[in-house]
T-cell receptor, first 115, second 109 residues
Framework: DADVTQTPRNRITKTGKRIMLECSQT?????MYWYRQDPGLGLRLIYY???????NKGEISDGYSVSRQAQAKFSLSLESAIPNQTALYFC??????????????FGDGTRLSIL | QKEVEQDPGPLSVPEGAIVSLNCTYS??????FMWYRQYSRKGPELLMY????GNKEDGRFTAQVDKSSKYISLFIRDSQPSDSATYLC?????????FGTGTSLTVIP
């Protein structure tokens, strides 16, 4: 089983719908992240969480919300989806232990299309 | 100015060639530097992780950081078709990672 699991893998929906993307991890990491990836723009950070009680906005949080339900679970919601939120979404985790920045470990992504 | 600049390619090389992938960055405070490999329809996977200036080698892969020039490189020796992927550089500072847009590499058998 994958260490970082994202569901669903693909989703097509309509403008205005509420959507939730889910992420679960078995790595035991405290830190979790949500990114979106667009051609030519690379990975951009939406939200991140350093523990269950910690939620922080990233570079492009407008139109998104998150919930950290447990150490292992971090979900991303689009309250009212719009077409320019069509993208590939990735969840990532990292360990908080040790010195310096620990590398991030990614799931295989959710391909979201909003019509 | 973007924090990280990376030539998107695409780059196409014959099998066995030496590949050089590069990024430049603007923030001299970056301390940790990572390279990720991303296959089609998969998430990025960590390839190399280095701290400050210098070289780090792992098998056919060498990561090089030149902080004075704000330049990071990934070299792939004896490239293989299985190396065909997109490569992303990612310097970091504090709790933030700054990803390049990625360079698409194809190794032709």
């Amino acid at each position: 089983d994958a260490d970082v699991t994202q569901t669903p893998r693909n989703r097509i929906t309509k403008t205005g719908k509420r959507i939730m993307l889910e992420c679960s991890q078995t790595k035991g990491h405290d830190r979790m992240y949500w990114y979106r990836q667009d051609p030519g723009l690379g990975l951009r950070l939406i939200y991140y969480s350093f523990d269950v009680k910690d939620i922080n906005k990233g570079e492009i949080s407008d139109g998104y919300s998150v919930s950290r339900q447990a150490q292992a679970k971090f979900s991303l919601s689009l309250e009212s989806a719009i077409p320019n939120q069509t993208a590939l979404y990735f969840c990532a985790t990292s360990d908080a232990s040790g010195t310096g920045n620990q590398p991030q470990h990614f799931g295989d992504g959710t391909r979201l299309s909003i019509l | 100015q973007k924090e990280v600049e990376q030539d998107p390619g695409p780059l196409s090389v014959p099998e066995g060639a030496i590949v050089s992938l590069n990024c430049t960055y603007s923030n001299s405070a970056f301390q940790y530097f990572m390279w990720y490999r991303q296959y089609s329809r998969k998430g990025p996977e960590l390839l190399m992780y280095t701290y400050s200036s210098g070289n780090k080698e792992d098998g056919r892969f060498t990561a090089q950081v030149d902080k004075s020039s704000k330049y990071i490189s990934l070299f792939i020796r004896d490239s293989q078709p299985s190396d065909s992927a997109t490569y992303l550089c990612a310097p970091s500072l504090g709790n933030q990672f700054y990803f390049g847009t990625g360079t698409s590499l194809t190794v032709i058998p």
